[in-house]
């Protein structure tokens, strides 16, 4: 089983680039969720989807945007990439909320803004 | 404040030491749960817990709701189980929300 997969695993950015991180699942869940992780912080949430057509912002929106067409995919985008985007970019998803649900997570992206 | 919090953030251990990690929350949870994160950075699910107390092997989960603390305790300790540990709760509220501890980074010895 396929689960959660992420692309790339890592990938190097000059400030004011963009790019997408590319998240999609084979398990046909509802909620999609996009998170950082920073050096001895905890996840962040940056935005998450409830389904398809339907995105939501989290904790931490500010510079990225997120689109979700289908049930498989949650891309990721960096429009202007900036130094304080570096980070790991975990995926993950659930099946149903509220219903206590665990969270798969993706291998995640490392991303460094130079 | 960070709505989670997790103690200890380092620990070191022998192998077969019994492993006490900790966890307290300030906000209303609908579930807690508690995450595994190896040296390559996967992160997988150990346990999800709203009440009461879950073992699978050697790992065992405890949660007190009036307290609003849990444990992860892992019996018999072994260099595989070096990792990142993490504690999450689900918020009550709004189920969309996750808050995240900064994590426990357990090394066993062999």
């Known amino acids: 089983n396929a689960g959660v997969t992420q692309t790339p695993k890592f990938r190097i950015l000059k400030i004011g680039q963009s790019m997408t991180l590319q998240c999609t699942q084979d398990m046909n869940h509802n909620y999609m969720y996009w998170y950082r992780q920073d050096p001895g912080m905890g996840l962040k949430l940056i935005y998450y989807?409830?389904?398809?057509?339907?995105?939501d912002k989290g904790e931490v929106p500010n510079g990225y945007n997120v689109s979700r067409s289908t049930t498989e995919d949650f891309p990721l985008r960096l429009e202007l990439a900036a130094p304080s985007q570096t980070s790991v970019y975990f995926c993950?998803?659930?099946?149903?909320?509220?219903?206590?649900?665990?969270?798969?997570f993706g291998d995640g992206t490392r991303l460094s803004i130079l | 404040k960070n709505e989670v919090e997790q103690s200890p953030q380092n620990l070191t251990a022998q192998e077969g030491e019994f492993i006490t990690i900790n966890c307290s929350y300030s906000v209303g949870i609908s579930a807690l749960h508690w995450l595994q994160q190896h040296p390559g950075g996967g992160i997988v699910s150990l346990f999800m817990l709203s009440s009461g107390k879950k073992k699978h092997g050697r790992l065992i989960a405890t949660i007190n709701i009036q307290e609003k603390h849990s444990s992860l305790h892992i019996t018999a300790s072994h260099p595989r189980d070096s990792a990142v540990y993490i504690c999450a709760v689900q918020s009550l509220n709004t189920g969309n929300q996750f808050y995240f501890g900064t994590g426990t980074s357990l090394t066993v010895i062999p």
């Open positions: 989807s409830v389904g398809a057509g339907i995105t």
């Open positions: 993950a998803s659930s099946y149903l909320q509220g219903r206590n649900q665990p969270q798969h």
